[in-house]
């Protein structure tokens, strides 16, 4: 009686959200906190995306290929191997629920990233006429048609033009990017990627190449002695990242289970990301049982403002549709080159990686106080030391690194539990004030690894079968000037708690609370310049309920309240709330999504999550008062055919102008339009 009572009085409310096969990316939405993590989950969420259009066969899969999922423990992982090893193939997906430490959820959320295959070894070698008879290959566009002109692109007279010639994008607003993927098993996989942004020119003016971005790799792995070999756009990820780290997916400070966990070595590039990779070659080769060595090399250009022989910025966001961005373009060139030993033992793994690169001009970014150490120079340099043992229920692991001029940067965790349903996790983190890496990205509270001290502490529990306790405590100090920070030795702290609870197997509930102090400049009235301590409270909850087989509701609601200690506050709150339908032997499927948002000013903005086409990462920002309405209709044929379409709409209704510089939009509306289509054989 309880259960159908709950379940009315949700039904009764606002439901918003998310695809079944979609339920992982929850944490994303729940953690994300400002448009830094949000470029950063963007790329993630394409990664994930990637694994679930090629997924494992459960029966052969690997320890490196688990660790490719955030929500998997070492734990569950080695439980999952255990079990398949102990009792042979698996026959059905449902047969997970066996494994121990396996809950209804996290099998959910698996089952995306897997298939039942057959259990015979793998090939160690390759065939061509196994390549080309075996092989899988896929084409995907995508197109995105704006309704509403922005002011970069209204007429100007070419008077105003010669004058102003950045007040007017080169190309039309239109966006598209198309993808080829050929693959062989887990073995053999090659790629090309094509994207033009919205506003850069296409086949014409400073663009005579078409596309202004393109992308090409190629990917061996398990060939003989061979682990893997990767040429053209690649990724590299070693250690705990405080000397390489470009991939590593975290589901925030919230994912213990993922914060312990070794870089997985080379990936391919196959997103749409212009900046955060690699070009060249990168082979890992395995001398024997348990120790593989890497070396890899990269040659790229990049973008970025320079002056003389001096870099003052790197250009990241790969935006080329104005003059000031074609002068920017591939101004400079990188050489990188690194390698990496690895011990992987049974109760002990550890390794070592070095990282040298150079810049063709020197990097010397205009001189503002709280950027005295930042990098600088024309070359840099890193090696690391990275381990972690087995003692009983314990894992210790971690790294330390120093770079060309022996600055220092540590990390280390400690991690406990009494059974694969409990963790407890500290960790410990110190990077020098001066320590430089331009390829680094570790565990931390900065978006640069330098000038920080941190102590962490994590729990994860099952109290009770169907209830999930997790939460953490992150205490960070700065010992020197930050942006926006004008006092050194300044200290905050970042705490929340969430409980989850799914007392049926359809019907999955979560709450969570947030709260952050981060010190910040502020100004009186008079004019004085103080330091004070600026909280965010954050509140989010959500509920997701599967009807039945092919009907699915979510709703989220969230409330943010921010603002310097002892002054006024300003807050936010949103409620959103959507519904999928998946007919079984049906071939539209269909999601809605509606949102409604409130907020005092932007320094209370909110995030919200909403249904997408694939390869796209549907997170939006909002301030002030509106609403969000999004329509997903996906029309498929015999797994060969995708067509995806999306109708977004925002109504805004405390303005009369969208967005600001080459980006407004006259008037309280905006409307957009996706268009995807997938061919597979």
């Not at 090399?297 to 001096?310: L, V």
């Not at 002990?348 to 690169?357: I, M, S």
């Not at 500290?426 to 990205?441: C, P």
């Not at 008037?667 to 054989?681: A, I, R, S, V």
């Amino acid at each position: 009686m309880f259960k159908r009572l709950l379940i009315c009085c949700i039904l009764k409310s606002c439901f918003v959200i998310s695809i079944q096969a979609q339920l992982v990316w929850k944490n994303l939405e729940v953690n994300i906190e400002n448009d830094e993590n949000l470029s950063e989950l963007e790329q993630q969420y394409e990664e994930l995306s990637e694994l679930t259009e090629h997924p494992f066969n459960i029966n052969t899969i690997t320890k490196e290929e688990l660790e490719q999922l955030p929500f998997l423990s070492d734990q569950l992982i080695e439980n999952i191997l255990y079990y398949v090893y102990k009792y042979g193939p698996l026959l059905s997906e449902k047969e997970l629920l066996g494994v121990e430490g396996m809950d209804w959820q996290t099998r959910d959320i698996l089952q995306n990233f897997i298939y039942i295959g057959d259990s015979g070894k793998q090939r160690n070698r390759l065939d061509i006429k196994d390549i080309m008879k075996y092989n899988k290959q896929e084409l995907v566009t995508r197109v995105d048609v704006p309704f509403n002109q922005k002011a970069g692109y209204a007429d100007y007279s070419k008077t105003v033009l010669e004058e102003s010639p950045n007040k007017k994008y080169m190309g039309n607003p239109v966006y598209h990017n198309i993808r080829y993927k050929f693959q062989y098993g887990q073995q053999l996989f090659v790629g090309i990627t094509a994207e033009k942004d919205s506003g850069e020119p296409f086949f014409t003016g400073h663009n005579k190449k078409g596309y202004d971005y393109y992308g090409f790799y190629m990917m061996l792995q398990n060939v003989a002695n061979l682990k893997t070999l990767v040429i053209g756009n690649y990724k590299a990820s070693f250690g705990y990242g405080l000397v390489m780290n470009m991939n590593n997916f975290s589901l925030g400070k919230s994912g213990i289970g993922n914060n312990i966990r070794f870089g997985k070595g080379f990936s391919k590039h196959a997103s749409t990301d212009e900046y955060n990779y690699l070009q060249g070659l990168g082979v890992t080769y395995r001398l024997s049982k348990r120790w593989d060595m890497s070396a890899f090399y990269s040659y790229r250009k990049m973008d970025g403002n320079a002056e003389d022989m001096f870099i003052k910025t790197l250009k990241i966001d790969g935006f080329h549709r104005l003059k000031k961005d074609m002068e920017k373009k591939n101004m400079l060139s990188n050489h990188l080159i690194g390698c990496n030993l690895t011990y992987n033992g049974k109760f002990v793994e550890y390794g070592l990686t070095a990282v040298y690169n150079k810049f063709n001009k020197m990097l010397n970014p205009d001189f503002r106080p709280y950027n005295k150490y930042y990098p600088r120079g024309k070359s840099f340099f890193n090696v690391g030391g990275f381990y972690k043992f087995f003692l009983n229920r314990f894992t210790f692991s971690g790294e330390a690194a120093i770079d060309k001029c022996g600055k220092l940067s540590m990390l280390h965790i400690i991690s406990y539990s009494p059974d694969v349903n409990n963790r407890i996790i500290f960790m410990n983190r110190y990077y020098d004030v001066k320590y430089q890496t331009l390829y680094g990205n570790a565990f931390g509270e900065n978006s640069r690894m330098q000038n920080e001290l941190g102590f962490y502490l994590g729990l994860e529990s099952s109290i009770l079968s169907k209830i999930k306790l997790s939460g953490y405590i992150d205490l960070f100090h700065f010992p020197y000037l930050k942006y926006r920070v004008d006092h050194v030795h300044t200290t905050g702290f970042d705490t929340s708690v969430r409980i989850d609870y799914s007392p049926i197997n359809s019907l999955t509930m979560l709450i969570k609370y947030n709260c952050k102090n981060k010190p910040l400049n502020f100004q009186s009235d008079d004019g004085k310049k103080y330091v004070l301590a600026n909280l965010r409270h954050r509140l989010h909850s959500q509920f997701l309920y599967d009807m039945n087989s092919w009907l699915s509701l979510k709703t989220s609601l969230e409330y943010i309240r921010t603002g310097f200690y002892g002054l006024d506050k300003s807050s936010g709150f949103y409620i959103s709330e959507s519904v999928k339908m998946d007919i079984p032997s049906f071939p539209l499927k269909l999601a809605f999504s509606s949102a409604w948002f409130s907020t005092d000013d932007t320094s209370s903005k909110i995030y919200m999550y909403e249904p997408g086409i694939l390869y796209s990462f549907s997170m939006y920002s909002f301030y002030g008062k509106g609403s969000r309405h999004a329509f997903n209709l996906v029309y498929e044929w015999k797994d060969k055919l995708s067509v995806h379409t999306k109708l977004g709409w925002t109504h805004y209704t405390d303005r009369n102008k969208i967005g600001t510089g080459l980006e407004e939009i006259d008037g309280n509306n905006k409307l957009d339009l996706q268009l995807q289509l997938k061919l597979k054989w």
